[in-house]
């Protein structure tokens, strides 16, 4: 796959990625994950329809996870 056309965009763009790539790293994490297609479609429809994101589902899910496990053990 060849690298696209260098243009005056793309250079600074390229520059101000790698100025702000550890502050990226410090402030943000991405998880690499899978799932099911199948699966992933149903979750993609769902939060589409309710107007969500998926940090959205994910800050939800964690908040009941705490909830239910609040009092067997201290997550921080």
Known sequence: MERKQDTPIRISRRAYEEKHK???????KVWGTSIPRK???KIDAFLSS????????IMAGF???????EGKQ???
């Open 22 to 28: 550890e502050e990226r790293k410090k402030l943000n």
């Open 39 to 41: 699966d992933a479609e």
């Open 50 to 57: 309710k107007g969500l994101s998926k940090v959205d589902l």
């Open 63 to 69: 908040a009941t996870l705490l909830e239910q496990f």
């Open 74 to 76: 201290n997550i921080d």
